[in-house]
């Protein structure tokens, strides 16, 4: 079982920067890929950002591509997402996820652990 614990989240004006923190429980963190996924009210789930288990490869959506960027800290178990450029469209809840395995996906239901989420909330 893998516990994944989001920090980072808060209130921004458009144009600002937040840097969002993605703990997890286990020593075997970098056998996981890591994905970033974002929830704004009445809408569905949206993919963000993947990266593999190394970090030696990203993916990102076309609406936050140039403006976050995805990392990782194996030896601190710890994913990361810069968010600079922050849009009001931007504000959601940010979740991160691992999938066994260390291959990256866009598809939420590849995921097998979760966190609980960090508002992010960009005013314009």
């Known amino acids: 079982q893998v516990q994944l614990v989001e920090s980072g989240g808060g209130l921004v004006q458009a144009g600002g920067s937040l840097r969002l923190s993605c703990a997890a429980s286990t020593r075997t963190f970098s056998s996981y890929a890591v994905g970033w996924f974002r929830q704004a009210p009445g809408k569905e789930r949206e993919f963000v950002a993947s990266i593999n288990w190394s970090g030696g490869t990203t993916y990102y959506a076309e609406s936050v591509k140039g403006r976050f960027t995805i990392s990782r800290d194996n030896a601190n178990n710890t994913s990361y997402l810069q968010m600079s450029s922050l849009k009001p469209e931007d504000t959601a809840v940010y979740y991160c996820?691992?999938?066994?395995?260390?291959?990256?996906?866009?598809?939420?239901?590849?995921?097998?652990?979760w966190g609980q989420g960090t508002q992010v909330t960009v005013s314009s």
């Open positions: 996820a691992a999938r066994p395995g260390g291959g990256m996906s866009y598809d939420f239901r590849s995921y097998d652990y």
